[in-house]
């Protein structure tokens, strides 16, 4: 069974652009939640979505948003980028259960210079 | 507001020592506690997970232990090698589902 994968998985891009990341899930799955990774923070949840719904949020601007589509792919999006953004962001699925395992893609590497 | 602290922010182990990480949180509502371990270029990836009606969980040469009146639990791994160098969190997970991560320990396994 293919594992979850990220594309792009590496990004350059400057200040007040914006940046659509993807995600996909492993076959089966309908939940996806995504994470941003830096030193010093671990791992802080952004959103997850459930059946193209998003079911829980973290606490993180407006200007990261996501999406899930019907075939459970999910798409992150990042408005008006600050330096600040510049982190690993993950994407992890599950079947979507209670304290179902997540399972994480590689990330995407996203440099705001 | 940082849910699940972690520690030692980094950790260096000679081959064969035993590595411990320490995790505590407050809310009590968390009943579902992984830990996940990491390799550079990689996502995390579940290592072993406890819930609080046990105080102990072995796997191999990893061991959960948990302490739900102190509201802390920790990794131990034995016999610790050169592969184990990673980075280590844990987590604590709730009725919501929310996964709450720690900040993570690099650890470093000298040969």
């Known amino acids: 069974k293919a594992g979850v994968t990220q594309t792009p998985r590496y990004l350059i891009k400057t200040r007040g652009q914006q940046v659509t990341l993807s995600c996909s899930p492993i076959?089966?799955?309908?939940?996806v939640s995504w994470y941003q990774q830096t030193p010093g923070q671990g791992l802080q949840f952004l959103f997850e979505y459930f059946s193209e719904t998003q079911r829980n949020k973290g606490n993180f601007p407006g200007r990261f948003s996501g999406r899930q589509f019907s075939n459970s792919r999910s798409e992150m999006n990042v408005s008006t980028l600050e330096l600040g953004d510049s982190a690993l962001y993950l994407c992890?699925?599950?079947?979507?259960?209670?304290?179902?395992?997540?399972?994480f893609g590689p990330g995407t590497r996203l440099t705001v210079l | 507001q940082q849910q699940v602290k972690q520690s030692p922010q980094s950790l260096i182990v000679q081959k064969g020592g035993i590595s411990i990480i320490n995790c505590a949180y407050e809310?009590?509502?968390?009943?579902?506690f992984p830990w996940y371990q990491q390799f550079p270029g990689k996502g995390p990836a579940l290592l072993i997970a406890i819930r609080p009606d046990v105080s102990e969980k072995k796997e191999g040469r990893f061991t959960i232990s948990f302490n739900k009146s102190a509201k802390q639990f920790s990794l131990h791994i034995m016999d610790s090698q050169p592969g184990d160098s990673a980075t280590y969190f844990c987590a604590a997970v709730g009725a919501g589902n929310q996964f709450y991560f720690g900040t993570g320990t690099s650890l470093t396994v000298i040969p």
């Open positions: 076959s089966g799955h309908r939940s």
């Open positions: 992890a699925s599950s079947l979507g259960g209670p304290k179902n395992e997540q399972f």
């Open positions: 809310n009590t509502a968390f009943d579902y």
